[in-house]
């Protein structure tokens, strides 16, 4: 419609029209800014901006349903990992509670037997759940509860192999930093955005092995919600390079694209919508900080929220509507020759606010 629009109406007047509309908008902000209902009128009946997004939670809540009440095509259940986590967290608690965990755990079990007779399942996660379950039943009172008491036989009954080391352990027991500050401070300054890379392609080797280290940042509830798409191969490398609209001038030149992906189908509530970017991100950084010690760069590049550029990746990439892309990274090795802006940062007294009580 819009380019037909384009087509039949002189330029000039087509100008007129976007600076019009421009100026109506512009004028109806102050109005729509009042309050959180107008600004909800705002965007129900003049802007769809959310509307994919809106429609990607909730097909992702969907999915969460079908995915937590037994799928058996999946490697890893969002519900179990959660519980599991839930549980752990029980289990470090001062003073450890004699019964816990009583209005989730029949259907944290019930995930895991499942999790262990499914094919898919990968075998981690069934192994650390195992174990967790294992050590809770160990440590709470079961004679204080039926239901403890009924759904632990019924999980020695089992008799699955379980490691205990794979549960909750003393903080002495931490890997201790084996770096300095200044140190670490130096290794930090590895990593600086690189645009210019060796049209040589990426070792998929090296990829796994920064998604290895990526994969130890925190998540909300350990979910970790996201999936690396390695993008190297053309005709497809070339196609998604061109989508990402901070990538002019350089996007030819990207030996390895990765595609951060989000999935919410990870989550019940439209409360954790955030969760998805916040929990990527982190596993972005480590990522792209892993990246040097292997002889690589990177660059991260936007992904604002279009509905077109959505739509094409997530066709390009054959992704289902509850998972949404985040961010890609430029992955190469990089040129000697290859700038690199100077990127000034903000000062920690910039950054820092104390909050000190008599504000
Ligand atoms: C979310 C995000 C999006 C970015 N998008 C682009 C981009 O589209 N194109 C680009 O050249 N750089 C992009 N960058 C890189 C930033 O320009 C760069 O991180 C910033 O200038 C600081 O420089 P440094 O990464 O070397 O420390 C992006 C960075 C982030 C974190």
């Known amino acids: 419609m819009r380019q037909l629009i384009k087509k039949i109406l002189p330029s000039k007047l087509l100008l007129q029209i976007k600076a019009l509309i421009h100026r109506t908008h512009q004028a109806s902000l102050p109005f729509f800014a009042k309050n959180p209902f107008l600004a909800k009128c705002y965007f129900s009946f003049f802007n769809n901006a959310y509307q994919r997004e809106q429609f990607s939670i909730l097909q992702g809540m969907l999915n969460y349903n079908v995915r937590t009440k037994h799928s058996a095509q999946q490697t890893s259940n969002p519900l179990l990992r959660r519980n599991t986590h839930r549980l752990e967290k029980g289990l470090i608690m001062k003073p450890l509670k004699p019964i816990f965990a009583l209005d989730y755990i029949e259907e944290t079990q019930a995930a895991l037997f499942f999790a262990i007779n499914s094919e898919q399942h990968q075998a981690d996660e069934i192994a650390w759940a195992s174990a967790v379950l294992a050590r809770f039943y160990q440590s709470v009172d079961l004679t204080q509860s039926t239901l403890l008491a009924t759904l632990a036989a019924e999980f020695y009954n089992k008799q699955f192999a379980y490691d205990l080391s794979l549960t909750p352990y003393q903080n002495s027991e931490l890997a201790k930093a084996p770096l300095s500050y200044q140190e670490f401070a130096q290794f930090i300054d590895t990593r600086r955005s690189t645009r210019w890379f060796k049209q040589s392609p990426v070792c998929r080797e090296k990829i796994k092995q920064a998604v290895t280290l990526a994969s130890q940042a925190p998540s909300a509830c350990n979910r970790q919600p996201y999936e ?62 892993t990246l040097p010690t292997l002889g690589l760069a990177s660059c991260p590049m936007n992904w604002p929220e279009l509905k077109v550029v959505d739509n094409k990746i997530s066709q390009l990439l054959g992704l289902p509507h509850y998972k949404k892309t985040i961010m890609l990274i430029a992955v190469g090795e990089p040129v000697s020759d290859g700038g690199i802006p100077y990127s000034q940062k903000k000062s920690a007294e910039q950054l820092i606010h104390f909050v000190n009580t008599s504000e």
């Open 228 to 289: 690396f798409y390695v993008i190297d191969q053309e005709p497809l490398l070339n196609k998604v390079s061109k989508l990402a609209i901070g990538g002019g001038g350089f996007a030819d030149n990207i030996p390895c694209l990765i595609a951060l992906i989000g999935d919410y189908s990870c989550y019940e509530h439209e409360r954790d919508r955030h969760v998805i970017y916040i929990d990527a991100s982190l596993a972005a950084m480590q990522f792209m900080q």
